[in-house]
């Protein structure tokens, strides 16, 4: 497991944005703010999403959004 911080896209509301099914990968990642090393997730920043941007939890650009952790 490696550790998420505020900026990187394993707390960004975009990341794997319009995947619902992959939604169970990503709660955890918000509330524990750790992530597993091989996570590769499509970015759904409207900017970035017709380019089917594939990113690590790690990742970061200036679009980061905070994502609001699970209670």
Same mark, same amino acid.
């Given at each position: 497991?490696? +550790? $998420?911080?505020?900026?990187?896209c394993?707390? @960004?509301v975009h990341f794997a944005e319009h995947q619902p099914q992959e939604q169970?990968? $990503?709660?955890?990642i918000r509330k524990t703010q750790e992530a597993?090393?091989?996570l590769v997730e499509e @970015?759904?920043?409207p900017e970035h +999403?017709?380019?089917h941007l594939m990113v690590t939890p790690m990742s970061g @650009?200036?679009?980061?959004?905070?994502a609001v952790p699970p209670m």
């Amino acid at each position: 497991m490696i +550790r $998420v911080h505020q900026g990187q896209c394993g707390l @960004c509301v975009h990341f794997a944005e319009h995947q619902p099914q992959e939604q169970q990968k $990503v709660m955890p990642i918000r509330k524990t703010q750790e992530a597993p090393e091989d996570l590769v997730e499509e @970015c759904g920043h409207p900017e970035h +999403r017709t380019l089917h941007l594939m990113v690590t939890p790690m990742s970061g @650009c200036a679009g980061f959004e905070q994502a609001v952790p699970p209670m």
